[in-house]
């Protein structure tokens, strides 16, 4: 969004010279000024704009020409652009991110559309302290500043400074450099859209790519969960056999690790992909923040410092607390990384909110109240090209073998979920931060318990898999049958439904795949529950609970995720079959699966 500006007072009566009143000389620097401003573009912006100050510097005599320009909130102003004789220092370094409440006299006047100038710094009225104070300290001799003015709004100044000796203007001067103020504002106002324009397409692209990116992520870990959930069992069913010499146990024990390490990384791969309905628990995120640097100040290496700035009464925060405990990990790993192992990582919690202007003006911000999480590191900093691929899964600046490129896919994957915003700032050799915006729940936060689970038994009942992958569906029948169950295989939606409608009272339980070939299991569960409304379901999936929360009936159905193991399956059928015989007790219903 181009800058807004300040709006002139309707009092404000400037009589804006025609270009034919000026004199040749003055004629002919606007015609160059022009010239240079016309096709300004924002790769160019730098060069145009600052030919045509060096053009009015050189016109006037000054010894240095600069733009003052305000910020989108209208309470900062930077000097962006500028050019200095050959022996006079620049000032854009000085006057960079300044209040404008610094200078009331100064910007009073602009606001106003007038002019402010001083001979020396004794000729300024007492009321600009800070001017004189700002002249003697730059060793200004005299200045002139011009309202930088673009359709009745006052983007800022164009500053002309002498530094070597008092400076001469006259009123062809001021009406001059008003025409040139008003071609730089007009010109500042043109590039800067079209660069916001820019940065709103480049955002909405990478939006675009992350989606596909986690479309086929999501479709890799599901194809790869089901794989292992056959390599799982193998593997343990062989390790429980008592004559396996202890060397080949070993190498299984290694392989099962392996095997765990891949089962987090498809979770993380489907966390980058998902979007999970569902109402995760409230937290406080200064207890999870300060839980998490427990553990990392142990394992990061002595020589990194972390400072942690927690805010006071934050809000409360809707998020699973593993989940931020892995942003927040993450964002530590990868700024250690960026410091080569030595530096300072600060962090900072504190309540934020995001509307009017500020939302306006950057266009990755969404109005609302959130609780700011802040990671600033001491590191190398990042380029233009290495802030645009950052959360791309796989993308790494690191060496081959050194990082899976998962680490900020996963923080982007977590932060969309719960509705958040993340936004980076860095520059190559000034470090990084970013910002994890968390929208601030209603409620008052929750204690997270620990889920206390009881002995694995099997059981006699019967139970209906629709399963598609033939591995998976060979290792469940094989787990649940050697358990004591019956096991009915289907292999698609319809064919579950056939093998329930010859056998409908005989079926305990129906453990169903959350995406079949030719239908959801929420939808296969639909046909079953119309027959018999109180069939407990387990539906199996790659994806958390949260993501099927939808799908459940707390006080029947469960869910196993991919990839299980024996135990892990055996538990979750036993315990959907014991709340749904519970609930039938309760209500006095013992006719339910009796006719096997």
């Given amino acids: 969004m181009p800058p807004q500006g300040l709006p002139l007072p309707p009092d404000a009566l400037i009589e804006w010279p025609r270009v034919e009143a000026v004199s040749g000389s003055a004629g002919d620097l606007i015609v160059r000024v022009s010239s240079s401003l016309l096709e300004a573009t924002p790769e160019d912006e730098e ?69 402010v100038c001083a001979a020396s710094a004794d000729a300024l009225p007492p009321e600009a302290r800070a001017e004189a104070a700002a002249m003697r300290a730059n060793d200004i001799v005299s200045f002139l500043t011009v309202p930088l003015v673009a359709r009745d709004r ?25 025409i040139v103020g008003s071609l730089l504002a007009t010109t500042l106002r043109r590039v800067s859209a079209e660069r916001e324009r820019r940065q709103i397409d480049d955002r909405l692209r990478q939006a675009e790519r992350l989606e596909s990116l986690g479309l086929l992520a999501g479709g890799v870990a599901h194809d790869f969960n089901n794989l292992l959930v056959g390599i799982v069992n193998f593997v343990d069913n062989v390790r429980r056999s008592p004559e396996l010499p202890q060397t080949l146990r070993d190498d299984l024990d290694r392989a099962r690790e392996a095997i765990d390490r891949a089962a987090d990384l498809t979770r993380k791969l489907l966390a980058f992909g ?24 142990r394992v990061l290496p002595a020589t990194v410092e972390i400072d942690f700035i927690p805010g006071h009464d934050l809000g409360t925060v809707a998020a ?70 950052l959360f791309e899964p796989f993308f790494t600046t690191k060496p081959p073998g050194k990082g899976t490129g998962l680490g ?36 008052l936060a929750s204690r997270i318990g620990t889920k206390i689970t009881g002995n694995i038994d099997g059981g006699t009942e019967t139970v209906l898999v629709a399963e598609d992958n033939d591995l998976v569906a060979r290792v469940v029948q094989r787990v649940l049958e050697h358990a004591g169950y019956r096991v009915l295989i289907a292999t698609n939606g319809r064919e579950a439904r056939s093998v329930f409608e010859q056998r409908v009272g005989a079926i305990d339980i129906a453990l169903l795949d959350a995406m079949l070939p030719d239908m959801t299991g929420r939808e296969v569960a639909d046909e079953l529950l119309a027959r018999r409304p109180d069939l407990p379901i387990l539906y199996a999936s790659g994806y958390s609970p949260d993501a099927l929360r939808d799908w459940l009936r707390p006080e029947i159905d469960g869910f196993v995720e991919k990839p299980y193991d024996a135990d892990g399956l055996l538990l979750r059928v036993r315990e959907s079959l014991d709340r749904a015989r519970a609930r039938r007790s309760a209500d006095g219903d013992s006719g339910a699966g009796s006719d096997r």
């Fill in 274 to 297: 998902r979007r999970t309905p569902g109402a995760p628990p409230l937290i406080e995120l200064n207890r999870v923040v300060s839980s998490t640097l427990e553990l990392l100040r």
């Fill in 408 to 443: 900020l896919s996963i923080v982007y994957g977590a932060i969309q979920r719960i509705g958040g915003l993340i936004h980076v700032y860095s520059e190559v050799g000034r470090g990084a931060t970013f910002k994890v915006y968390f929208p601030i729940a209603a409620r």
């Fill in 47 to 115: 060069v145009s704009v600052r030919h045509a100050l060096e053009l009015v510097r050189a016109w006037c005599g000054a010894d240095r020409v600069y733009t003052l320009e305000l910020s989108s909130d209208l309470e900062r102003f930077r000097c962006q652009h500028d050019a200095c004789a050959a022996d006079v220092s620049s000032v854009r370094e000085r006057f960079r991110d300044i209040p404008i409440a610094a200078f009331p006299y100064g910007f009073g006047k602009l606001a106003r559309g007038e002019i």
């Fill in 320 to 389: 699973d607390p593993g989940e931020v405990e892995q942003v927040l990990s993450n964002l530590c790993m990868n700024a250690v990384d960026a410091m080569d192992g030595r530096g300072r990582i600060t962090i900072e919690t504190e309540n934020v909110v995001l509307n009017g202007q500020y939302v306006r003006a950057n266009p990755w911000a969404r109005r609302g109240r959130y609780v700011l999480l802040t990671v600033t590191d001491t590191g190398r900093g990042m380029s233009a090209d290495v802030r645009a691929r």
């Fill in 154 to 178: 006052v983007l800022g100044g164009i500053g002309v400074d002498w530094v070597r000796s008092p400076g001469q203007w006259t009123d062809e001067t001021i009406q001059t450099l008003r």
